[in-house]
């Protein structure tokens, strides 16, 4: 996650059970927030400060933010592709995550 206010990449393909690490780069915190509406039937909620829900990531931030450093990681039980943006920037800042 970087100062551009971009996911890079935006897309990745893993396998069931991998993790995905989120890091941000530059000086701008950012939050992993997954579109709740989108996920795949069954699949476990994701998002940077754990919370269980789509509307409580957004009304807790700015807790849940990653800052410069910091790490955000989540490991993907369910196959399925999974949409998510950054809560300051959704306007331009979203990927998704592939699992096959
Ligand atoms: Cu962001």
Known sequence: MNDE?????????????????????????????????????????????????????RQAYPEGSVGRDEVYSHTFETAGEFPYFCIPHESGMVGEVIVE
Do not use: Q
């Open 5 to 57: 206010l971009k996911f890079e990449p935006e897309s990745v393909t893993i396998s069931v059970g991998d993790t995905v690490e989120w890091v941000t780069t530059g000086a701008v915190a950012h939050s992993v927030t997954a579109y709740e509406d989108e996920l795949p039937d069954g699949a476990a909620y994701f998002a940077s400060g754990d919370f269980e829900s789509e509307p409580a990531a």
